[in-house]
Nanobody
Framework: HVQLVESGGGSVLAGRSLSLSCTASGDTLSSYCMAWFRQAPGKGREGVAAWDMDGTTNYAWFVKDRFTISKDNTKNILYLQINSLKPEDTAMYYC??????????????????WGQGTQVTVS
């Protein structure tokens, strides 16, 4: 099984940038559909971006070019770069892994493995 640990969150001012990391152990990320989700207080968990095994990327409609997902296979780390942060980006950010392709990447049930999350607060 793959274990996932997120890091890089914090409290930042609107307009700034953050780079979140999801470090994997126990297996290689290239064997999974990898995704970032977020959950704001009082709201459901929503997909932000995904990276499929073949390198295909997917983004949620609200990303609007502010978010970039990337992966370092040598370090086994998934990244999420967030630029021009807005208060509405405040949420717990999670990474997730599925042994299946990302065809239905926004569906929570697709993912078998989750990290514990990293908090992003924008004011």
């Amino acid at each position: 099984h793959v274990q996932l640990v997120e890091s890089g969150g914090g409290s930042v001012l609107a307009g700034r940038s953050l780079s979140l990391s999801c470090t994997a152990s126990g297996d290689t990320l290239s064997s999974y559909c990898m995704a970032w989700f977020r959950q704001a207080p009082g709201k459901g968990r929503e997909g932000v971006a995904a990276w499929d095994m073949d390198g295909t990327t997917n983004y949620a409609w609200f990303v609007k070019d502010r978010f970039t997902i990337s992966k370092d296979n040598t370090k086994n780390i998934l990244y999420l770069q967030i630029n021009s942060l807005k208060p509405e980006d405040t949420a717990m950010y999670y990474c997730a892994a599925s042994p299946l392709h990302c065809y239905d990447w926004e569906r929570l049930g697709l993912y078998q493995f989750w990290g514990q999350g990293t908090q992003v607060t924008v004011s």
